[in-house]
């Protein structure tokens, strides 16, 4: 049987809390960048015709690639405003708020029409 009195316990859940924590931080990073650079290509490649088919085509990809690049300035932004929701009101609470925000703003790009079909 083994001795729980002395703290390995703790020590052991601590460790694996940290682990946990580890693991989704680098899922949803991960999966931060791969929707970043599955964006920056698709802006590259049919946002600028789909999204301003009637600008040239460089300024249709600079207008693709600047929606991209609002996205890369707001993060720290959002950092500060939503770390310190976190903070004072639960990080739970903020994590269901930006997810459902997240996954509302999905769904209206979803349904956005494209000026053009292609």
């Known amino acids: 049987?083994?001795?729980?009195?002395?703290?390995?316990?703790?020590?052991?859940?601590?460790?694996?809390g940290v682990g946990r924590a580890f693991a989704a931080s680098l899922t949803g990073t991960t999966l931060e960048r791969y929707d970043f650079a599955v964006y920056s290509?698709?802006?590259a490649l049919v946002l600028g015709k789909l999204f301003f088919p009637s600008e040239d085509p460089l300024t249709a990809a600079l207008l693709a690639f600047s929606?991209?690049?609002?996205?890369?300035?707001s993060r720290p932004l959002g950092g500060v405003v939503f770390?310190?929701?976190?903070?004072?009101?639960?990080?739970?609470?903020?994590?269901?708020?930006?997810?459902?925000l997240i996954g509302?703003?999905?769904?209206?790009?979803?349904?956005?029409p494209p000026s053009v079909s292609l």
């Open 1 to 16: 049987m083994h001795d729980t009195s002395n703290g390995d316990a703790r020590a052991y859940d601590r460790h694996s």
């Open 41 to 43: 290509a698709a802006a």
């Open 67 to 73: 929606s991209c690049a609002v996205g890369y300035v």
């Open 83 to 100: 770390g310190r929701l976190g903070d004072v009101i639960g990080r739970e609470k903020v994590l269901m708020a930006t997810l459902v």
């Open 104 to 112: 509302a703003a999905t769904f209206l790009i979803g349904v956005l």
